[in-house]
């Protein structure tokens, strides 16, 4: 099992960056795929960016491509977005989520075992 906090969320206007942080603890993180995804109130969680346990894969969504980068550092048991020309509408919670390695690399959330608690972020116009 392994734990997952997220940190580095905030205000900022829009064409601002943050960046975010997801702190692993337990299990070798290097055993986990990990992933981004949001909700916005009223809406379903989405996906965001993923990438494979040994970060030499990522993955995005559309609405983000170009503009946030998934990383890993595998020696401090942390995944980052680096988040870069933010908009309004990627106003929402951020999660971090954790799959098992020999899973494939999830969009769904339902693709994902671990949880961390969120962080807000929040784009004004």
């Known amino acids: 099992q392994v734990q997952l906090v997220e940190s580095g969320g905030g205000l900022v206007q829009a064409g601002g960056s943050l960046r975010l942080s997801c702190a692993a603890s337990?299990?070798?993180?290097?055993?986990?795929?990990m992933g981004w995804f949001r909700q916005a109130p009223g809406k379903e969680r989405e996906f965001v960016a993923a990438?494979?346990?040994?970060?030499?894969?990522?993955y995005y969504a559309d609405s983000v491509k170009g503009r946030f980068t998934i990383s890993r550092d595998n020696a401090k048991n942390t995944v980052y977005l680096q988040m870069n020309s933010l908009k309004p509408e990627d106003t929402a919670v951020y999660y971090c989520?954790?799959?098992?390695?020999?899973?494939?690399?999830?969009?769904?959330?339902?693709?994902?075992?671990?949880w961390g608690q969120g962080t807000q972020v929040t784009v004004s116009s």
């Open positions: 990438i494979n346990w040994s970060g030499g894969s990522t």
């Open positions: 337990g299990r070798t993180f290097s055993s986990y795929n």
């Open positions: 989520a954790a799959a098992h390695r020999w899973q494939r690399v999830g969009v769904r959330p339902d693709e994902y075992d671990y």
